[in-house]
């Protein structure tokens, strides 16, 4: 891990006048499963790490530092909350003789003494957790965005008594108008003034929840916003980061575009909500490492959600992490199972999912690295464009009464790649928590200090793994120099024997991972695909080739949803075999929606409505070939 650091500092040296960009992340957590939560023992917890580490190190939970760890009976305890609890931490960080922004944190390394001085760049969380950090009213305030001067909310009836005022479902980012951090200081210190004035009996209530409804901010004295000592150190605003993980999949824009065509399709078309169960049941291959969870995607449709909710409302639950591989799946299904007159009746809502989905993939794109790229900016620019779309499409289906804040957050998340140039999100504080429940002790008096004291003791333990442990998730071979083995992980990426990945336009089937003992490079062995034509806009076909090729692990794309035409496949020169059991799409029949039957093997012309009928299947002819869902 030192020499992590040192790298880093030999291509950004570090000073006091030139410190390091510290991003900082808390989120709540409640243990349990996703159905049956543990509210007794809710938690916040905060990491920190450094940009300039790079995104291989800051893909790795083992980097990122957790200083603070609180039970949620223990906030409620402190006047202020959670946002008083985050200002003394802060407080320490930077402002203290001590803290790494005044007197930095020194190490050796081969006998050379290193310094890291660091700043506040990037404050995230969910929407809740933003609300009781930066003590905002968010959607509940006439104005929901406090980054935005002229963004009224829905429903407001007051963006049209003012030219240049919008409401949250404005289709077009180039008419907000940001606030600056004296704007935002100004307004923290007329509400801090006025809870003055109002405990003095010199203002009435009503006068102030009106201040506190039209500035969105519910600040008080004892709130991080209010303490002008650390507006020397950073800006709330400027370090105001949001997550879009929990704007688009946790409850936000792409759950809500989902379960509106679903509402749609069933009630204007021919679906039935047990037939998408049967769909995702199918025989869909998933990576090894996240089979065991993506196998079960089907209990998002099942008896009991269909019983106690989805047949009431059609609002789909389910974590965000699954909803990455869910979307991709259903939106297959909605272009080829989709009868051709429902496609036709349902082309707007249609267009509002394809939208959503939109905006996932190209923040996906910019994640597996094109954030650090030339090409950041050009991308970025279009995800500005799909999170546009996304709200005018949404509108133009269902109309405004869907709007959310969260679709208007989505519409900041361009920037803030631009701006940062890494796509900075809580999936890894969702998997810290997971390391933070491993740790959990019957132990309730001291709590935060034994969680903490075990979860160091768990990261020292994994830095102290060898390069090969850190490298290999499986048992090894040693053959001459090359150490061979079923599964590796790099840069937070898992691969193992059997995955489908990419390597650029390339793709093929992971057969073993080999590296050589005197080396730090990996490389996966890939029987290599031959790209055959699309199934759909989002989907291809390839053609195993048998041609083995060694690709570097570093350069990998996994992919997270494909399927094989016909059983047999991976072939029997696999160095480790793949269990498999496998069908085509056109097999389900028992599926009550439209799914036309295959093409004949021999290949022959179609001509007419006959070509028609099979455009979608025309590429499932051959038995070996696999579809990749992208």
Known sequence: ??????????????????????????????PGSFHNVEQARKMMNLAFNFLELGPAALQQTQTWLIPMSLRQTVIDTVEGGWSACLRQYLRLHFLHPMSIQISGVSFTHDGTRYTIYAKLRCLLSDGEGLQQGLELVAYNGIRPCVR?????????????????????GCADHKLFVEATPADFNNEVDQIVTAREE???????????????????????????????????????????????MHGCLQDGTMTGALSCLLEAWHSKGT????????????????????????????????????????????????QASTLLGLYKLLRHMVEVAMDPDTAALLQKERAAFFAACKVVDIILVLKRGHAQQPTCVRITRSLDKAADQQISKHVDAYGDQCIRSKHHRTQHIGPQIRALGFVFDAFVIERIHHEIEETFCPNTKAFETTVLRNVCAQKVAELNKTDAQRTFTSKTTLQGVVRVGAGAQHEGMHVHAGDVVFMGSEAGCVLAIAKNEFSSFVYAVVDAFSYIGDVTPTSKRWLPTGEIELWGLHRLEQVIVFFHVACG?????????????????????????????????????????????????AWYADDDAVVVLQ
Not at 1 to 20: N, S
Not at 148 to 168: D, P, Q, T, W, Y
Not at 569 to 593: D, E, G, H
């Open 148 to 168: 935005c001067c002229n963004v009224l909310m829905k429903g407001s009836g007051l963006a049209h008594r003012r030219r240049g005022f919008v409401e949250i």
């Open 1 to 30: 891990m030192r020499a992590v650091y040192v790298r880093a500092l030999q291509i950004r040296p570090c000073t006091r006048e030139t410190p390091w960009s510290m991003l900082m992340c808390f989120d709540a957590f409640n």
């Open 271 to 318: 679906l039935k909500l047990d037939a998408v169960e049967i769909f995702l049941k199918g025989d869909w291959c998933f990576p090894h490492t996240r089979r065991h969870l993506m196998v079960q995607l089907w209990r998002v449709f099942g008896y009991k959600a269909r019983s106690s909710y989805l047949e009431l409302s059609h609002h789909v639950k389910c």
């Open 569 to 617: 496949w991976p072939r029997a020169s696999c160095l480790w075999s793949c269990k498999v059991s496998c069908s085509p799409l056109w097999s389900c029949k028992v599926l009550p929606i439209h799914v036309p039957p295959p093409l004949p093997q021999t290949h022959k012309p179609l001509k007419g409505t006959e070509k028609q009928n099979h455009k979608a299947e």
């Open 198 to 244: 109002f405990a003095r009996g010199d203002r009435s209530k009503a006068s102030l929840d009106l201040l506190v409804k039209g500035m969105g901010l519910k600040v008080t004295a004892a709130g991080l916003p209010a303490d002008k000592d650390l507006r020397g150190a950073f800006s709330c605003l400027e370090v105001l980061h949001e997550d879009w």
